[in-house]
T-cell receptor, first 112, second 118 residues
């Protein structure tokens, strides 16, 4: 199993550009989530999904969209990037929302 | 409201010293889970332990041990005989099992950066 994979590893955007951060898992996990990590802030939940076709907002959802058309994939979309979205983004998955979440390697995003 | 506090921002020790990382949590739920994750300098998040609210037994795994005390809402992590490879940021996290629609969502502390010097 590859576990949780994320692409790209690093991305530079200009303000106003859009992009999609990819997340995939091959463990047949129902629960998937996106977190952002900022210095001194720990990790904060952006969006999550308890199964294909179901998504919901976390603590910091503004500026981000998600969809879950398959069990395996959970992309995170930035519609119009802002410097405040400069961060490290982690995707995670777990068998159910009551189980341990395992994290991908992260995507480092810089918005100029 | 749910909250996780890691009061120690940074800790520095010399190799072979024992070190304890503190974690205090707040929750309105009676069923919840507590976690520790390690983030080494390479940046990935490594799962260390998961403990449910009904199991207050302490746990030991090699040089790592965890002390869960519901009476003080604490879930502390001790590294015995620390090594340079233990240098990392350690995160404590909480998830609630029953509250509203947010079951399973992790609430993280801000992390404790541990530096182990040779």
């Amino acid at each position: 199993n590859a576990g949780v994979t994320q692409t790209p590893k690093f991305q530079v955007l200009k303000t106003g550009q859009s992009m999609t951060l990819q997340c995939a898992q091959d463990m047949n996990h129902e629960y998937m989530s996106w977190y952002r990590q900022d210095p001194g802030m720990g990790l904060r939940l952006i969006h999550y999904s308890v199964g294909a076709g179901i998504t919901d907002q976390g603590e910091v959802p503004n500026g981000y969209n998600v969809s879950r058309s398959t069990t395996e994939d959970f992309p995170l979309r930035l519609l119009s990037a802002a410097p405040s979205q400069t961060s490290v983004y982690f995707c995670a998955s777990s068998l159910t929302n009551q189980e341990t979440q395992y994290f991908g390697p992260g995507t480092r995003l810089l918005v100029l | 409201a749910q909250k996780v506090t890691q009061a120690q921002t940074e800790i520095s020790v010399v190799e072979k010293e024992d070190v304890t990382l503190d974690c205090v949590y707040e929750t309105r739920d009676t069923t919840y889970y507590l976690f520790w994750y390690k983030q080494p300098p390479s940046g990935e998040l490594v799962f260390l332990i998961r403990r449910n609210s009904f199991d207050e037994q302490n746990e030991i795994s090699g040089r790592y041990s965890w002390n869960f005390q519901k009476s003080t809402s604490s879930f502390n992590f001790t590294i015995t005989a620390s090594q340079v490879v233990d240098s990392a940021v350690y995160f404590c996290a909480l998830s609630e099992a029953n509250y509203g629609g947010s079951q399973g969502n992790l609430i993280f502390g801000k992390g404790t950066k541990l530096s182990v010097k040779p």
